[in-house]
């Protein structure tokens, strides 16, 4: 007895894997079904094949409109059935989506991060003011922190001031300016742990009450 072995490579590609290739032959035999009642109605029974063989997909909203969308995109959009739904055409599976923009980085000193561009731009649209010569140092706080998470080792405060006039494009000039930003032991100083205090007083009343 002779058997003629079927292989994968040589069927027909599946739209879509995961409901297998019964699945398929079940939407090639609808498709060819003489009336469109016996296609209803045997359309209707292959979606509730498929929602029991994806059952991850009950809680998605529009549940039975993504079967359907599916039936079709299975059937190469050659079924004529009638959808409870407006179906997803061919078009629209091929088009291509519109490109996103890239993301802008700061400049050149990309170690420095987006936000800093973001919080040097909000500072020029600030009044002149104590407010302003706070943020203004808090922004050249911020840029040698993230400058020493780059160099490990040190940094001039005049490179941090030269880099902030440049980035504000010279509306910020700390330049000539007596400021003295935070050391490196400050910008890394760690904040104390409350909770050591507490399990200290814990332990103490603990042995109080032991004698």
């Known amino acids: 007895m002779n058997y003629v072995l079927e292989y994968n490579s040589e069927r027909e590609d599946l739209k879509i894997p995961e409901y297998g290739r019964n699945v398929k032959k079940l939407v090639d035999h609808c498709r060819e079904l003489p009336t469109k009642e016996e296609r209803n109605k045997m359309a209707q029974a292959i979606i509730e094949v498929m929602g029991n063989m994806q059952p991850h997909l009950r809680d998605v909203p529009d549940f039975q409109h993504k079967l359907w969308d599916q039936l079709f995109i299975i059937a190469n959009f050659d079924l004529d059935v009638d959808a409870p739904y407006e179906v997803i055409t061919k078009e629209e599976i091929q088009t291509k989506p519109a490109k996103l923009p890239y993301p802008k980085t700061a400049s050149k000193y990309k170690f420095y991060g987006n936000n800093i561009q973001t919080m040097i731009d909000e500072a020029n649209k600030w009044e002149d003011g104590d407010d302003k010569e706070q943020l203004k140092f808090t922004i050249a706080n911020h840029m040698k922190k993230c ?20 980035l504000s494009n010279g509306k ?29 007083n814990h332990r103490k009343n603990k042995n109080r009450k032991n004698r």
Do not use: A, M
Not at 173 to 196: A, F, G, H, M, T
């Open 172 to 200: 910020i000039d700390l330049r000539d300016s007596d400021i003295e930003l935070s050391s490196r032991e400050v910008l890394y100083k760690k904040k104390p742990n409350n909770n050591n205090g507490k399990n200290k």
């Open 147 to 166: 400058f020493l998470n780059w160099n490990k080792d040190t940094v001039d405060d005049k490179i941090i001031f030269r880099h902030l006039h440049e």
